[in-house]
């Protein structure tokens, strides 16, 4: 687990944009713990980082109003931090 938190430390110090980070609690592909490990990291170093999360969910979002949640706050995203006056498009 050392070694994990030390990886999760460098890499995250090597991100220098926005991250939105989502995890789902029945995701077995990857522990819960390492998505919140990561969006704690970023947020001590300062980096603007948003962290979504479904407890009930597994690696695809199926349930309507947490699809619906998931679409908002990509969306969102995208356009607060891609907009063209971000860009410079």
């Not at 991100?15 to 789902?24: C, D, G, K, M, P």
């Not at 300062?46 to 979002?61: A, C, N, Q, R, T």
Request: proline content about 4%; hydrophobic content about 40%.
């Amino acid at each position: 687990m050392k070694l994990f938190v030390v990886l999760t430390l460098v890499f995250a110090s090597l991100v220098f944009a926005q991250t939105l980070v989502i995890h789902s609690q029945n995701d077995y592909r990857l522990d819960v713990s390492e998505g919140f490990q990561l969006f704690t990291t970023l947020q001590r170093l300062k980096i603007p980082s948003k962290m979504l999360y479904f407890p009930d969910e597994g690696h695809w979002v199926l349930k309507p109003q947490n699809s619906r949640l998931w679409y908002k706050t990509v969306n969102d995203w995208v356009d607060q931090w891609c907009s063209p006056s971000r860009t410079g498009r």
